[in-house]
DNA sequence: CTGTGTGCAAACATTTTGCAAGCAG
DNA sequence: CTGCTTGCAAAATGTTTGCACACAG
């Protein structure tokens, strides 16, 4: 999983982002940098779509293409600096990997995600693993629900 | 979640599906039929497009449309006859929900598919809910990896 | 008969790709 | 300068909808 990326700050993040760049012979470019920022400064899950929105509203004079948050979201998962998730019905979902490995629980009625982390069920999902002969690479617990406030609601 | 469903012949999920369909002023088709049949007799993970190529196959002469695969799926899972869930890049697939609660183990290789419950993690998660106030409505756990046979090739 | 179900084609939504021009290195 | 990157438009996917005909009840 994400390891190495926790409680990193922007510019440490930044300075991961152009190493990698460079090693694979890919260009720093503003568009690349104000998504990267983007996702740090509103640490949320991200549709493409919406990330798409919230940078064209941030850095109007870029014109930043929905393609290139595309493609910019591709090469962050593929270098392990962001994730994604599949929401149900919400969709695709990506973040910023910087976090310690959590999972979520999402509210039915109004979308809301809760992060959580459960070092029991970490161990209780390697024992399954074991049991069955995989070498687990990954995994992915949601739980779906009704959150406190749309219960009274 | 999905009860009462256990255990079920195909005879009773017949009645069970005939009961919703009258109950709901719909019709019992040769179409609707068929693909409930595949689902039963191919106890597996399906997305529509190749339970509608099963289909196919298997009831040649009814010349069943993959939109009637849709729109039946829908159908039974809106009635928690199946149930659906997204498995990352192989997509959603649908099974029938005639089992009891269980999660998936995911070959990354060959995409295989293990079922398994595990008692002590649904206790966790109930206790996570609590925990954030949550009413929990479903779930979802995925673990990821590589399964035996793709260890050793 | 009535109204639901069907397949087809078209519409949609989301994501990917081809391309010519732009710009980082 | 070189060739990676970009935005646009077009293509490719996956899913839903409109419609006229078919058929279950």
């Not at 549709?47 to 798409?52: A, F, I, S, V």
């Not at 393609?67 to 599949?86: D, F, Q």
Request: glycine share 6%; aromatic share 8%.
């Amino acid at each position: 999983m994400i390891k190495g990326l926790e409680h990193l700050s922007y510019e440490e993040l930044l300075e991961k982002f152009k190493a990698l760049l460079k090693t694979n012979g890919l260009k720093y470019t503003a568009q690349r940098e104000a998504i990267l920022r983007t996702l740090f400064d509103n640490q949320d899950h991200f549709t493409p779509e919406n990330l798409y929105l919230l940078v064209k509203k941030n850095y109007p004079d870029l014109n930043t293409g929905i393609t290139t948050v595309y493609r910019t979201l591709n090469l962050l998962e593929e270098n392990n600096i962001a994730t994604s998730i599949s929401f149900g019905s919400q969709g695709k979902k990506f973040e910023l990997g910087n976090k310690p490995h959590h999972d979520h629980l999402i509210c039915e009625k109004c979308g809301a995600i809760v992060e959580f982390e459960d070092e029991q069920i970490e161990k209780l999902q390697n024992k399954i693993a074991k049991m069955h002969d995989f070498k687990l690479t990954n995994h992915l617990m949601q739980l779906y629900g009704i959150c406190k406030q749309c219960q009274n609601s």
